[in-house]
């Protein structure tokens, strides 16, 4: 045990917390606040970054050159008196001072409580949790899901009614950032805040993005409540970017990415490429794949032309890329787990733009990969899983939909779920009916809700069955929006189909 005096004479400045002595070479550095992320039976990733400066003109958030040491450490309690595991890190410019300290050694299946120091200043406090044992048996998982937050659009405050579920771990299904400059691509209903400059390209741009947007209160909050499990859609790089983008930009954007999110070693990038896919493990209760779908997709986007697009089912065709696949239907193979969720981007089922006799296949999604998506499907029927269930971003708003394995066969049978979250903020306040959208329901009979309006999805996963709460909050014009339960569905164990509860 080491008591919490420790801590606080721990650097090279020992001093009073919140008092910096003269010789102090820069201000409270911990503006971007702490975050937790992939949790493990044994231990989690702790991050910050020491930015007293966030928004400065050349990215490096107004710190000296100089390397720092940051110390962390983790207790047992919310103020930190009983701590069990200590550390330090040194934070240095060529990674913008940012701090990743994979931390190990925990007991399973608790929470935790985290913060660092950086010579006489202390950090706020986050909370962290350590997974059940793995192959054990776990009551349940919550888990809170959420997606594209444009800071232009709206207030966070759908992160703050996150952080107020106190969940296990939080999934973040990207668009965590806009690329777009300031007044760009303008919310309907108009903006209720500005970005800083032009669109991000550089990566002193994408540093001062991804900083602007954690000077957020409700992100912060989010951020130390619970474990993320980020991943990346396209607005972290720019809007459905591809391949044939820049390898410059690419790795500017995924470097900042990297900088600012609680991620493991294993996802620090190389250049134009970060690997993202992984897998989390919550006992034998669940399994998570985490996708990217963004990254590897063998033919770009096309234009708006669809004629001249390459055909959906044409096998040569993937989203995931080969050796993505081969992991995930491995994983599958492997899985023991009672729930197998698959986190990813773009929308998974068969959804066509508009009711009528012209099928309209949207190329960004995985209608525009077919052969890609019955390959994975397939995969997991071979692999015997027991229960899938995939998790979806990028439409700004909520859906749920029934999979099935041909969705042109009435008496094909289901398969799985797709629950699709919508958008933090992005689109403004948004509708009770979409008449458009809302036709879709009648079109295909498989999905069976949608709403657009802001929030989260919360997923209560338990052994006999998946609670799924579609959670809106009415307003982000102005803050301050109480979270409303819009929908409630379940799936029970072996039984696929949705049951509408709520
Ligand atoms: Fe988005």
Not at 124 to 136: C, L, Q, Y
Request: contains cysteine; neutral net charge.
């Amino acid at each position: 045990m080491i008591d919490r005096r420790s801590f606080l004479v721990m650097g090279l400045i020992a001093g009073v917390p919140g008092v910096p002595p003269l010789s102090a070479p820069y201000g409270e550095p911990f503006t971007l606040g702490v975050a937790s992320g992939d949790p493990a039976p044994d231990g989690f990733v702790l991050w910050t970054r020491l930015a007293p400066a966030p928004l400065a003109e050349d990215g490096y958030g107004g710190m000296p050159a100089a390397p720092v040491p940051v110390y962390w450490e983790v207790a047992t309690d919310p103020a930190c008196a009983r701590v069990v595991r200590r550390g330090s890190e040194n934070a240095v410019r060529e990674w913008a001072h940012a701090v990743h300290a994979e931390v190990g050694g925990l007991e399973p299946g608790r929470d935790y409580w985290y913060r660092f120091k950086a010579g006489p200043y202390i950090s706020p406090t986050g909370r962290a949790v350590t997974a059940p044992p793995a192959g054990a048996p776990a009551a349940s998982l919550t888990l809170a899901v959420t997606s594209c937050a444009n800071y232009q659009h709206g207030h966070f405050t759908a992160y703050t009614r996150v952080a107020e579920e106190r969940p296990h771990m939080v999934l973040h299904l990207g668009d965590y950032i806009y690329e777009h400059g300031k007044g760009q691509a303008p919310c309907p209903g108009g903006n209720v805040r500005d970005h800083e400059g032009g669109e991000a390209t550089s990566l002193a741009d994408y540093r001062r993005r991804h900083a602007l947007y954690k000077t957020d209160p409700d992100l912060r909050a989010a951020h130390a409540a619970a474990p993320w499990v980020p991943i990346m859609d396209d607005h972290e790089v720019r809007n459905n970017w591809t391949s044939r983008l820049p390898a410059a930009r690419r790795a500017a954007a995924f470097r900042a990415y990297y900088e600012h999110m609680p991620l493991r070693r294993a996802s620090i990038p190389k250049g134009a490429a970060i690997h993202l896919f992984r897998r989390l493990h919550w006992g034998s209760l669940a399994t998570l794949h985490l996708l990217d779908t963004r990254q590897y997709r063998d033919r770009p986007l096309c234009g708006s032309g669809f004629a001249e697009c390459p055909k959906a089912d044409d096998p040569g065709r993937t989203i995931t890329g080969k050796a993505q696949e081969r992991w995930l239907l491995e994983g599958f193979r492997e899985s023991r787990a009672r729930w197998d969720i698959i986190g990813q981007q773009v929308f998974f089922g068969q959804r066509t733009k508009y009711p009528g006799p012209e099928r309209v296949v949207r190329q960004d999604a995985w209608d525009g990969y077919t052969a890609s998506r019955t390959r994975v499907t397939r995969g997991w029927l071979e692999a015997g899983t027991r229960n899938a269930i995939v998790l979806t971003g990028d439409v700004h708003s909520h859906w749920a939909g029934d999979l099935a394995l041909d969705y042109d066969d009435e008496d094909s049978p289901l398969i799985g779920t797709e629950l699709a979250v919508t958008s933090v903020s992005s689109g403004g306040n948004g509708h009770d009916h979409d008449r458009a959208r809302d036709a879709l329901l009648d079109t295909n009979p498989h999905l069976r809700f949608h709403l657009r309006r802001r929030g989260y999805l919360l997923l209560k996963v338990e052994p006999a069955e998946v609670r799924a709460e579609f959670k809106i909050v009415k307003y982000v014009n102005t803050p301050g929006a109480p979270a409303l339960l819009a929908a409630g569905f379940t799936v029970a164990d072996r039984i696929p189909g949705l049951v509408r509860q709520a």
